[in-house]
Nanobody, 125 residues
Framework: QVQLVESGGALVQPGGPLRLSCAGSGFTFNYYSIGWFRQAPGKEREGVSCIDRDRSVGSTYYADSMKGRVTASRVNAKNTVYLQIYSLKPEDTAVYYC????????????????WGQGTQVTVSS
């Protein structure tokens, strides 16, 4: 059974850091790009980052709005991808999802094959 499980979401104060995790099972993890998306209430789902498949050069991509504040990494031995977010802002409040794609970091969320259930990140003082 294919599964992606996000964890690490929390209530954090503005300016704080947070690390999210995405653990995969039931598929060959290192053959898939892993993307992070987020969706705030009343807004469309938007891409945050993507880390490419292990067979490629392991490129990592970030949304322009997040560059400089976010780092994605993967540990294939643990079937896990991490998203480290720094200097959190209230506008970062959203449900964060990870998704797996069998191609090289597609831009559209519709091109991802598997999705997790999401983890809530709330940035508030």
């Amino acid at each position: 059974q294919v599964q992606l499980v996000e964890s690490g979401g929390a209530l954090v104060q503005p300016g704080g850091p947070l690390r999210l995790s995405c653990a995969g099972s039931g598929f060959t993890f290192n053959y898939y790009s892993i993307g992070w998306f987020r969706q705030a209430p009343g807004k469309e789902r938007e891409g945050v980052s993507c880390i490419d498949r292990d067979r490629s050069v392991g490129s990592t991509y970030y949304a322009d709005s997040m560059k400089g504040r976010v780092t994605a990494s993967r540990v294939n031995a643990k079937n896990t991808v991490y998203l480290q977010i720094y200097s959190l802002k209230p506008e970062d409040t959203a449900v964060y999802y990870c998704a797996a794609a069998g191609t090289s970091c597609p831009r559209s969320p519709y091109d991802y094959d598997f999705w997790g259930q999401g983890t809530q990140v709330t940035v508030s003082s």
